[in-house]
């Protein structure tokens, strides 16, 4: 046989690592069997082809069954329906014809090119396999960088859990998917609540705008009041919220492939999918401060101190849910004063259901602050490394 280089797989543009002559094999059977979809008049299927692919959809129907972290690229229902077609083609099989079947070779073609390429993907046979659809076969360390921590603390962390939605569909070398379509589908059924949202709240700053001890400039614009000017801050935040969400609908939907590429910004995405539920939050804060603004300005002390009691109430109500909230990945962290008195035992977390404690290689080192609040809110979480096989 000749020699031949890695590179001039265009697999190799998105995949690094493809260096062994195992790995290489696999990859030549898969250009083999997209030769065969492409062209389908130049395989014979036979009983023994079917058998195998037979064999593959099981396997593969099993393992996502019992496996939650299965590194097969399909759901149930697409491997039912693969099964029902991979048995037709079985039936077409041995019948006498003068032509071949092209339908059943290039089918066959097109599954065993799926098959084969993913054994590519997850390093089949090699030493650093990918066991689980959320191992790197590199070693990856993942590390948010510092301009992405800042805008998750000032989007009220959403970036920081919509790049753990995303950590779960994009690896390394690999997109999950299955797993886009149900994750796309929750992002825009919460940008649709969240047009609602802030067509409300603009409703809501029009009235508010239109009342006569609010405008007291007229139209003169050097009288402008602090009540008006947080108004108009809470409006051109809800309407540009309203504007993002309709562009990340669009845009989505043109562009799929772009956006589930392997090679795609993750941190941008998270940012980009956080701005709808950022924006609609700061006309909250901004109309919620103009209604403030409006009650402790010009009045006495009895409508202040009502207004006052109010605020503290609710600052203690979300820093009390800051602290104790999810942060995520379905796991609860307790407060650092509580754990302190109880002996300062590690944290324990709760995923899916099942009760887990993290091993110490693989478990996030959080940094021991005297006061949880508000340096929790710089909380760093690092990882020792990401073991491969």
Known sequence: MDNIDSDMFPITRELNGITSASHIRHELEAQYWHHCELFPRSLQVTHEIVDELRDIV????G??????????????????HMLRLVDGVGRNVGRDSSYKLGGSSRLVGRFMF?????????????????LKVDQS???????????????????????????????????????????????????????????????VI???????????SVDQGGGT????SPAQILSYLSTLTSVGGIVVRMLLLIGHQASWERVTAPYVNLEVL???????????????????????????????????????????FVFVALSVLWLTGDDGRGVKFKLRWWKSRNGGNRVE????????????????????????????????????SERVV
């Not at 590390?143 to 989007?155: A, I, R, V, Y």
């Not at 614009?221 to 402008?224: E, F, L, T």
């Open 114 to 130: 799926l098959f084969v390429r993913a054994r590519v993907r997850n390093f089949h046979g090699e030493p650093n396999a990918r």
């Open 58 to 61: 099981l396997h593969s129907l």
């Open 202 to 212: 603009l409703a809501a700053n029009v009235s508010f705008l239109a009342i006569q």
């Open 137 to 199: 076969v590199y070693g990856t360390v993942r590390k948010q960088t510092l301009p992405f921590k800042l805008l998750s603390t000032l989007f009220f962390s959403a970036p920081h859990f919509n790049l753990l939605g995303l950590y779960s569909i994009y690896t390394p070398g690999l997109v999950r998917h299955s797993y886009w379509a149900p994750f796309f589908a929750r992002l825009s059924g919460e940008w649709q609540e969240f047009t609602l949202y802030g067509t």
């Open 270 to 312: 998270a940012i980009a999918y956080s701005l709808p539920y950022a924006m609609m939050i700061w006309s909250m804060l901004w109309f919620l401060a103009a209604f403030s603004s409006l009650c402790f300005q010009k009045s006495n002390l009895v409508a202040r101190a009502p207004v006052a009691v109010l605020w503290v």
């Open 349 to 384: 977390r709760e995923a899916d259901g099942l009760a887990n404690i993290e091993s110490a290689e693989t478990k996030p080192k959080q940094r021991k602050w005297p006061w949880p609040w508000p340096f929790i809110v710089w909380r760093k979480s690092t990882y020792d």
């Open 63 to 80: 393992d996502l069954v019992a496996s939650a972290t299965s590194t097969v690229n399909f759901t149930v229902n697409e491997l039912n």
């Open 221 to 224: 614009a050097q009288n402008r």
